[in-house]
């Protein structure tokens, strides 16, 4: 959390992971390399370029999918919460995997006549009648240019500068960025392969994004079937509220709302983080804190309010214990007002 610009700060995780994530790069293009070259028909060779233009191209198709299941498999287990960590990273990455595939193209298809490479890209395929022939490689360029915006905006500076809503809506671009990719690989390599591992490929990191988020999705709509009692919104058991971690509620109407358990105290606060929108209720509670799994942005459980020198501020909400059960108002107060915690074994 910083409340001015600062270089990107690499801890020793970080370090741990990015090393990791290299070494898997790396392993992955040898692997895809060697693998194409030993599993070529006799009498068949490859080119060196067209197999890495092959092997980063499929490598980019795998991590978007990826952080595109981030979200929902976080929602779904804490082991993932390392990703979700460090996303950005990996969008970054995945850009610049997508920029090498796109430069071999351009170089490969399009590099050794008169015409600018970029004009040839545009007008040596006019047929968008065509299914089959179809120009797929513009697809691959617009998002190509999608992952480009995202990966220019990743910094906080943008953030703070177009504003936690329009930056949000710009990075939803990523699923745009997605289903294009989805038609380029679709009307491209598997037009041209012979192998059907291309399309169970493909199959499999479509259907895989869209089950989760279809999954995740569903219980999210469920957790908006809650019991009220005088319009106070059932939470859960004191005992079924693991300490220092929040259970989550989704209003009939409003925003959801967190519920935190530190200790003997019960509160609750909005669920979006005024950084980037992220879960609150998916972080949990450290030196007293609300801390944000996205970025470590932090609340105080007890105002809502960012621990100085900070001014973030969010809404808190009413809680009381009856009969050992947590309910909460579904009414916020405003950002930043003080709420008392309710108190376990209390009387309520």
Not at 37 to 52: D, K, L
Not at 115 to 124: G, M
Not at 185 to 213: C, D, M, N, R
Request: neutral net charge; aromatic residues 12%; proline residues 7%.
């Amino acid at each position: 959390m910083s409340h001015d610009y600062k270089a990107v700060q690499w801890t020793p995780f970080k370090k741990r992971f990015d090393l990791w994530m290299l070494a898997g790069i790396i392993l992955y293009l040898i692997g895809f390399i060697v693998v194409g070259e030993v599993t070529q028909p006799p009498g068949e060779s490859i080119h060196p370029v067209q197999a890495v233009m092959r092997a980063t191209g499929t490598l980019a198709f795998l991590l978007l999918t990826f952080i595109l299941c981030i979200g929902p498999l976080a929602r779904m287990t804490d082991r993932f919460k390392p990703f979700l960590y460090n996303r950005r990273h990996l969008g970054v990455t995945t850009f610049l995997i997508g920029l090498i595939h796109a430069a071999l193209v351009m170089m490969w298809y399009h590099g050794f006549s008169e015409t600018n490479p970029f004009v040839s890209l545009f007008i040596s395929n006019p047929r968008y009648e065509s299914l089959s022939g179809f120009p797929f490689e513009v697809l691959g360029f617009g998002a190509l240019l999608i992952m480009f915006l995202m990966a220019a905006t990743s910094h906080d500076f943008w953030n703070a500068n177009l504003g936690p809503g329009v930056w949000k809506a710009l990075h939803m671009g990523v699923y745009v960025a997605y289903a294009l990719l989805i038609a380029h690989v679709a009307l491209g390599a598997i037009q041209f392969e012979k192998s059907p591992a291309y399309v169970g490929l493909l199959v499999a990191g479509a259907t895989s994004v869209f089950a989760l988020h279809v999954g995740t999705g569903m219980m999210t709509l469920r957790g908006r079937d809650r019991p009220e009692t005088d319009g106070w919104l059932k939470v859960a058991n004191v005992t079924d509220m693991e300490d220092a971690r929040a259970k989550i509620v989704r209003p009939a109407k409003g925003e959801a709302i967190a519920i935190f358990r530190d200790g003997d105290k019960v509160s609750a606060v909005s669920n979006v983080c005024r950084h980037q929108g992220g879960p609150l209720g998916e972080g949990r509670i450290v030196d007293g804190c609300i801390t944000c799994p996205w970025h470590g942005f932090q609340y105080r459980m007890e105002d809502g309010q960012s621990p100085p020198p900070f001014t973030e501020k969010i809404a808190t909400y009413a809680t009381r214990i009856i009969d050992g059960v947590v309910y909460v108002n579904p009414e916020p107060n405003v950002p930043g007002t003080p709420q008392t915690p309710s108190q376990i074994g209390a009387t309520s």
